[in-house]
DNA sequence: ACGGTGCAATCTGCATACAGCATACGTAGC
DNA sequence: GCTACGTATGCTGTATGCAGATTGCACCGT
């Protein structure tokens, strides 16, 4: 008996599609409150209504479409306020994320990461600045997403994906590229060194730091985006009375 | 124009289809493993098996059914480990959710949070241990997720409601009904005080407190009841190299 | 010109039909 | 008797058809 490899089975087409439209989503393909028109999808994808309701069911539940009051769907808009709530709860899964890899990441996670932090540092300053971001937050995503698997704890990894997810979508709601993110670089260093230590109290002082300083770059943008360009994003309004990453 | 009510309109198939399958999952009234086939649903539920699809989708992606390899669905089994991780989730994000509660939480809000714990402890010895141990089950969760709602925090209180689910679900596979659980009125009293009194410390440490003890009594509980009926359970391990509620 | 009513187009919700696949069972050959 | 193959049955995946609802528009009346 040879060892024949299994064959590789395609995936569902409803599963195809909820890959596709998410991917699509989380790129900006669709314009702000557009309706997602379940025949339009499905003459584009080449398939039948039944695999996009399947898929639209699972993105509603992703949080990443919403529906609009009677039947329809379109793309979540995330506000403001709402990405001032994710960066809190983000921080709060990611203090424990953190702590759990620096008990439990394996030599060979360990090392990734550095290869994330490693490739981050490389960036050359010389290309398009765009792409030098976009390449840099997918490393900063890659770089976190390792660091809750490390922790062993698979909820959390699940738990966090969902928060991911809601950020990017900010992001290319708000095509944010502000070059002070290039700063998560040095964040990224210290939080993995703290994790290759085994030091939990300042790994999750790293993590904090981080996370703040990200969600004030991230707000200090979008405002002054929506003061530059009123009345196109939702949830203008003022912070202070947010809890905001506190404890 | 006389003010006439809209009139009340069912909602769709699939919702309802959804809510009865999540009502009978958490109620325990699928065996273990056992296999949820669409077309014995659809007849029980007298519906076809486009909404049933639809709702075992968001059940899935709920984490409360489990794909079992080759297309099957079944409702999906909470393990030891799984228990203490879910925990190490739910203390995170509740830290957040007393802080912002201690923050936001309105007079309309405490004066209920308050109720609850009035509710709980009223609750007379005299009755049947499991339904008391029931009616108190109900009590914490409306306790911990109006807290959760009081923070104002939206993505927070998804979460948490999904972290909750689970571990309703783990409780009906292990049936549990530990006489211990009755301290928990104590620590929920606690709990309130410091968010009534606005000290966002005390009610952390309160929370964390209160949702250390209980995970210590959930993981003893079950592992006292998998070492009594051996191999009924999965992930039974020595659960010591957890990082387990650290931080 | 303006408001209201009726109609047409479009979309969602649901049911059903059909095809492919997995599993279980029975049977034939050894 | 045991193994291996063939077959039958049941389940999932997908497409499609139909009914009800919503929206936009045109037409009519005032």
Known sequence: ??????????????????????????SG????????????????????RTPIREALRQLQKDGLVTSDGSGGLQVTSISVIDAVQLYDCRLALEQLSVAG????????????????VVQ??????????NLKVMQLLNLDYGFHRLIAESSGNRWLVGLLDQVFDKMA???????????????IRIEHRQIYQAIAERQVDRAVAAIRSHLMASQARVVGEVQQLSTANPSSLP?????????????
Not at 169 to 183: A, D, F, G, I, S
């Open 29 to 48: 393909d669709f314009a702000p409150s557009e309706r997602l028109v379940e025949t339009q999808l499905a003459q584009q994808l080449q398939v039948s």
């Open 169 to 183: 979508l900010l992001r290319v709601q708000t095509t944010q590229h502000n070059p002070e993110v290039l700063e």
């Open 120 to 129: 981050a540092e490389a960036l050359v300053p010389g290309k398009s600045p």
């Open 101 to 116: 890899a620096c008990a439990q990441a394996t030599q060979r996670q360990l090392a990734q990461l550095e290869d994330y």
């Open 235 to 247: 949830g203008d309004v003022d912070l202070l009375n947010s809890p905001s990453l506190e404890g």
């Open 1 to 26: 008996m040879v060892a024949v490899p299994p064959i590789q089975r395609s995936k569902s087409l409803h599963e195809q599609t909820y890959q596709a439209l998410r991917t699509s989503i989380l």
